[in-house]
């Protein structure tokens, strides 16, 4: 691994580290508000949906982009709290079948390929997660897949992507992690689905 790399996971994992904090502070000032009765309306609904989501992004991000950690794991509970703190302003429902806690190295792949397959369905769609022995399998469906051949065929081979702009990282970290951890990334597209196995 490279220099550049490890300190990009570093920087990964600090901004995270430290936004989180402030993002809990305000979702906990808005529960106090709520409990006051101060705190009605659909203004302070929005508030609480925009706090809510940036708090499951955060936590995804610190996943996805941090440092992934040997050993480390997370569990069920926490990986399902993400998940469902996302949901309310996604198009995309993620379905997560994987029992027990799971090695963060790993679940960062997993990450990485949700946030891939979630950039190439804009008219929303489902994305199931589940293990297959020791490996991974992740299946997107949708009406109207938009994967850019551009970012696909590069990540289906396992090389990263050239030209990559700040929105589309994860399809250079996807195939950075896999060989990082010695898995093979396998990529397979139709119109209307991606399937993906690590």
């Not at 997560?96 to 990450?111: I, K, M, N, T, Y």
Request: proline share 6%.
């Amino acid at each position: 691994m490279s220099h550049s790399t490890d300190f990009a996971a570093l920087v990964g994992s600090r901004i995270c580290h430290d936004l989180i904090s402030p993002v809990g502070a305000i979702g906990n000032g808005l529960e106090l508000l709520s409990l006051t009765g101060d705190a009605k309306g659909p203004e302070m609904d929005m508030i609480s949906d925009s706090v809510n989501n940036a708090n499951a992004r955060i936590r995804l991000f610190r996943v996805a982009f941090g440092q992934p950690g040997d050993t480390q794991m997370v569990g069920e509970a926490e990986i399902q709290s993400i998940l469902q703190g996302l949901a309310p302003s996604s198009r995309v429902s993620t379905y997560w079948e994987v029992d027990g806690a799971v090695p963060r190295s790993e679940l960062r792949l997993a990450f990485l390929g949700l946030m891939c397959f979630e950039s190439s369905m804009p008219f929303g769609g489902s994305i199931t997660i589940t293990r297959e022995g020791e490996g991974w399998f992740l299946l997107a469906e949708t009406e109207k897949l938009r994967a850019d051949p551009d970012l696909w065929e590069p990540v289906a081979k396992g090389d990263v992507p050239e030209g990559l702009v700040p929105a589309k990282v994860q399809f250079g970290l996807l195939p950075v992690g896999a060989k990082m951890l010695g898995r093979d990334l396998k990529v397979d597209l139709n119109e209307v689905s991606i399937e993906m196995r690590f």
